[in-house]
């Protein structure tokens, strides 16, 4: 058998079990030395191709159609720095556990490190942000050499989705001639095991009927407790968690990502303004628990997160299904290797009694306070970051997927978006918190979540202005909110703006863009919002308009920090008149 035969015998056995294993997309940047690869997939029927020419974009959109479709997903391109290109959306989907597989063309081992184009090392290019790297055998149509490139693809799946879920890494040095046999009748025509080469069955992690109930008695020994739950997808969990919370009368802390602040579950136990409250010095003695459970990764609310170090005198319990170690405060006491819905069924089942509501009523009282005060927001009539988070709720379809930026957007949803009953699933690219590739990864989400909406600051849109290209190339639907403060106005809110000399060269960096122009080039209506009707009627009219929609909101950052400190004010007076008249 000659090297054309070879070739696409053994991609092609890589690509059935690839589709054998539940991956449906794949991501291509176009490239030479990932010729055969690319023309292979793109003859499978069962494969959805998506063609990003920017490997930095197409990454992310990858990230991104992983994160809504919660499968995994392969990702595609040539040699060189091509690959180096995906290193971004490779460290996301490792810290926030979303499957990629990472496909990389590379030369033959008799070309490299001799001065030949396109080529550099790219032996565990990614280091330790992936789960698993292969150096894959140059292609042969040996019996053993296709059960090889089909094993590896299954384990390559497998080892994405294993929890904790993440990136795989599989390396394929490709010898010219490059263009594969696609004339074959019989080109992914599997002779043995036709559904599969290899069988994997992940399990779950979960603990014993014992220590379910020695955790039970512990918590029920505990009448001042907290659940906090940060960014987290397992299934089942909402209604599990919520269970544990009613039957141990532990207030439910929810992080905008946990998706327990949109829906028609039970709302009795949910804490949503706890990022503002816990800035009182006062309402922290009061609130003070003797028991913490966390859930998830670290929340977004920084005031939380000091809360939890300033509380580690007393017993938390980590709960991760995916082992890892989510403690950057150094804080937790008992760390459980168990999967969280799993753990709360546990733990539910082994609970004898309800604990006394008196703490749990302390921080409702305080959620309940809180929330009047930010309503205030509503009152604003010029364009606001916090109003527009406040209103969004109301505005956005039932259904709908919001993506939201880092920041200050994700901060601000954080404050100002409560629970509400419509079905709004929130993502955010919160692995590493950085702000590129966000519209890359949100066009990506759309993809199989609609109606879908993006808010985001002006930096972060312009860091990632190509990634428009997947809405014009594929027709997603997506409306932007374009919070353009002209610069990073999460800055405002840190020490450095108590030094004004270099703080706008440094830190502010206006822009002083005109972003309509960039929009119009990618097909994209685009819309510069005057004033809140103005807002609510274009945001109706864009619901029925198709394709990319951009409405830009101007805002001043020196306000915006005012309203919020007004806000943060406004509570800390109202807390310290509750609990002067508790006294």
């Given at each position: 058998?000659?090297?054309?035969e070879a070739l696409t015998s053994y991609i092609a056995a890589f690509v059935s079990e690839l589709i054998n294993n539940g991956v449906e997309d794949v991501v291509v940047s176009p490239g030479s030395r990932s010729t055969p690869m690319a023309m292979i997939m ?159 069955q992940p399990g779950k992690l979960t603990l014993t009927e014992n220590q379910y109930k020695e955790i039970a008695e512990n918590l029920q020994s505990y009448n001042k407790g907290i659940i906090i739950c940060g960014p987290i997808e397992t299934e089942g969990f ?346």
């Amino acid at each position: 058998m000659n090297h054309q035969e070879a070739l696409t015998s053994y991609i092609a056995a890589f690509v059935s079990e690839l589709i054998n294993n539940g991956v449906e997309d794949v991501v291509v940047s176009p490239g030479s030395r990932s010729t055969p690869m690319a023309m292979i997939m793109a003859e499978h029927p069962e494969l959805r191709l998506h063609i990003h020419v920017d490997e930095r974009s197409a990454a992310f959109f990858a990230l991104g159609i992983a994160k809504g479709s919660r499968k995994p997903v392969a990702i595609l391109c040539t040699s060189g720095t091509a690959a180096a290109n995906y290193y971004p959306a490779v460290v996301e989907a490792n810290i926030s556990r979303v499957p990629l597989i990472v496909l990389t063309a590379d030369r033959p081992h008799e070309l490299r490190d001799v001065g030949a184009p396109q080529a550099i090392d790219q032996i565990h290019l990614y280091g330790k942000h992936v789960k698993w790297f292969v150096e894959m055998g140059p292609p042969e149509s040996t019996i053993e050499m296709l059960r090889y490139a089909r094993t590896v693809s299954a384990r390559a799946v497998s080892t994405a989705l294993q929890e904790p879920a993440g990136p795989v890494h599989l390396n394929f040095p490709f010898r010219e001639p490059l263009i594969p046999q696609l004339d074959r009748e019989d080109l992914f025509k599997l002779t043995e095991r036709t559904g599969g080469y290899v069988s994997i069955q992940p399990g779950k992690l979960t603990l014993t009927e014992n220590q379910y109930k020695e955790i039970a008695e512990n918590l029920q020994s505990y009448n001042k407790g907290i659940i906090i739950c940060g960014p987290i997808e397992t299934e089942g969990f909402t209604e599990a968690v919520l269970a544990l919370a009613e039957k141990l009368q532990f207030p439910v802390l929810a992080d905008p990502l946990s998706q327990l602040r949109s829906g028609d579950h039970n709302d009795t136990f949910i804490i949503d303004t706890y990022d503002t409250f816990l800035k009182n010095e006062k309402a922290k003695q009061v609130l003070k628990p003797d028991v913490i459970i966390r859930f998830g990764a670290m929340p977004v609310s920084k005031p939380l997160t000091i809360f939890l170090k300033e509380n580690h005198d007393i017993r938390q319990y980590v709960i991760d299904g995916g082992a890892g170690w989510r403690d950057p405060g150094i804080v937790s006491s008992e760390m459980i290797y168990c999967q969280e819905t799993c753990f709360c069924k546990g733990i539910l089942s082994s609970i004898e009694r309800e604990n006394k509501e008196d703490f749990f009523k302390q921080w409702e009282k305080m959620n309940e306070l809180t929330r009047n005060c930010l309503a205030k927001i509503s009152e604003l009539d010029v364009l606001s970051e916090g109003k527009l988070f406040y209103q969004l709720a109301d505005l956005l379809p039932e259904g709908a997927a919001l993506f939201v930026g880092n920041s200050m957007p994700i901060r601000d949803l954080d404050t100002f978006f409560h629970f509400n009953r419509k079905h709004i699933k929130i993502l955010a690219n919160r692995g590493a918190n950085g702000i590129d590739g966000v519209v890359s990864t949100a066009l990506g989400a759309g993809t199989s979540l609609q109606p879908l909406y993006l808010v985001l600051g002006d930096l972060t849109f312009f860091h990632d202005l190509n990634g428009l290209i997947a809405a014009k190339q594929y027709g997603i639907d997506i409306n932007i909110l374009l919070i353009n403060n002209n610069g990073g106005g999460i800055f405002s809110f840190l020490p450095q703006a108590s030094h004004p000399k270099n703080f706008e060269k440094l830190f502010g960096t206006p822009l002083d863009l005109k972003f309509q122009y960039a929009v119009e080039m990618y097909g994209g209506k685009y819309d510069l919002i005057t004033d809140w009707g103005h807002f609510s009627s274009v945001m109706n009219q864009n619901k029925e308009r198709p394709g990319l929609k951009v409405m830009e909101i101007t805002t001043n950052r020196e306000s915006n920090i005012l309203e919020h400190r007004e806000l943060w004010n406004e509570v800390s007076r109202e807390i310290s008149r509750l609990l002067e008249e508790e006294c």
